[in-house]
Nanobody, 123 residues
Framework: QVQLVESGGGLVQSGGSLRLSCAAS????????MGWFRQAPGKERDIVAA????????YYADSVKGRFPITRDNAKNTEYLQMNSLKPEDTAVYYCAATPRSHHTTARSYEYWGQGTQVTVSS
């Protein structure tokens, strides 16, 4: 089992920045990739970004490319999502997730989930 604890959400004005963190514990050796997803009210949970744990290869949704770099610190078993140039449409609950599978760009591939953190961007 892998446990994930997120931090860093909050309220920010349009154009501002926030950084989300996700610390993994437990059987972290099983992790192939970690990702960030978001879910707005009445909408599906969509991928924002993902990163493979060993090579650091990244994947981004088109809506966040160039704005939300994802990074990881293997020594701390922590991934980060730096959210820049935030827009009101970025408002959602953001979830950290981890998967042992090589296919890691859809929610159904992920086995472990954090509790979610609210990000609200005011206009």
């Amino acid at each position: 089992q892998v446990q994930l604890v997120e931090s860093g959400g909050g309220l920010v004005q349009s154009g501002g920045s926030l950084r989300l963190s996700c610390a993994a514990s437990g059987r972290t050796v099983s992790i192939y990739a970690m990702g960030w997803f978001r879910q707005a009210p009445g909408k599906e949970r969509d991928i924002v970004a993902a990163i493979t744990w060993s090579s650091g290869r990244t994947y981004y949704a088109d809506s966040v490319k160039g704005r939300f770099p994802i990074t990881r610190d293997n020594a701390k078993n922590t991934e980060y999502l730096q959210m820049n140039s935030l827009k009101p449409e970025d408002t959602a609950v953001y979830y950290c997730a981890a998967t042992p599978r090589s296919h890691h760009t859809t929610a159904r591939s992920y086995e472990y989930w954090g509790q979610g953190t609210q990000v609200t961007v005011s206009s």
